[in-house]
């Protein structure tokens, strides 16, 4: 019994005294990153905004000191345009403060507008405890396209009816190279006879809708034809109607405006035969 006893101790000993293998399920020790923090400067965003002319940029920046200055340049062919030192103090053009991104926006004057589709560069420069890093990035704008009025239709001289009313439609055509979805709206302003203005001077607009609006008159929606149904009635003026057609993109990029206009005449002009009336009767195109 004695001796069980003995090797029952000394076997334990023995496992005591054994190295354990970790297990599967031991875990890993912390270790602290011993990579450090480097000078760096990286220009993540370069864009330029053409309804507002405005360059915006960002840019990311480190520095093993707290202290770091970022200055920025934009240049063309070479050229410098404009210098600006770059804030990460979340105020002005910075969107956070001491996020590490140093954000940024330049108006473009009106007196380089003719730079617009140019060759931009952005250099930045990040100075710490006396090192440098830059970084540069080209980029050229897209000066977008406006639509373009291709062609109108309507009578250009109506009859003012005694009673009643008649009715004409009136046709705009338009294309733009970015496609029909690329039209935000058609319209016209009137200059009625007396100078005074149809809808109090606010444009009045054409539809391509299929005719699914009242006056819209448009016989397929989305074909890029643009239509107003005219009204015309015993009270409207007669004489001639100064119309003024425009058209935009989503973009507020507007067409180069096309004038047109309308004669009214009364009924008993006909009748008196007045000469070269004749010419003045028919589809303008």
């Not at 006879?193 to 149809?198: F, V």
Request: aromatic share 8%; hydrophobic share 40%.
């Amino acid at each position: 019994m004695r001796s069980q006893i003995v090797l029952i101790i000394m076997l334990m000993l023995v496992f005591l005294g054994c190295d354990q293998a970790p297990t599967t399920l031991d875990e890993e020790p912390y270790k602290p990153s011993d990579e450090a923090i480097v000078l760096s400067v990286d220009i993540v965003n370069f864009d330029f905004d053409i309804l507002n002319w405005d360059f915006f940029f960002a840019v990311a920046a480190t520095s093993p000191e707290e202290s770091i200055v970022v200055s920025a340049e934009l240049s063309v062919t070479g050229n410098s345009m404009a210098t600006f030192i770059l804030e990460d103090s979340g105020v002005g053009s910075d969107i956070l403060v001491n996020d590490g991104f140093y954000d940024g926006t330049w108006s473009l004057p009106d007196s380089m507008s003719a730079y617009i589709d140019t060759l931009w560069t952005l250099h930045v420069t990040a100075l710490s405890a006396g090192e440098t890093q830059t970084d540069s990035l080209s980029f050229q704008p897209e000066q977008p396209s406006a639509p373009n009025i291709i062609h109108i239709s309507h009578m250009d001289t109506l009859v003012r009816p005694a009673t009643g009313q008649i009715r004409d439609t009136i046709m705009v055509e338009i294309f733009h190279p970015g496609g029909r979805d690329s039209v935000r709206d058609v319209s016209l302003i009137s200059r009625k006879p007396d100078s005074t203005y149809a809808n109090s001077g606010s444009p009045i607009p054409l539809y391509d809708d299929g005719g699914t609006r009242p006056y819209s008159g448009d016989s397929i929606a989305g074909d890029g034809i643009y239509s107003l149904i005219l009204p015309l009635e015993s009270h409207h003026l007669t004489g001639t109607y100064r119309w003024t057609f425009s058209a935009r993109t989503w973009l507020g990029i507007e067409a180069t405006p096309v004038e047109d206009s309308l004669i009214v005449i009364e009924s008993d002009v006909l009748l008196k035969g007045t000469p070269g009336i004749e010419s003045l009767s028919g589809v303008f195109q």
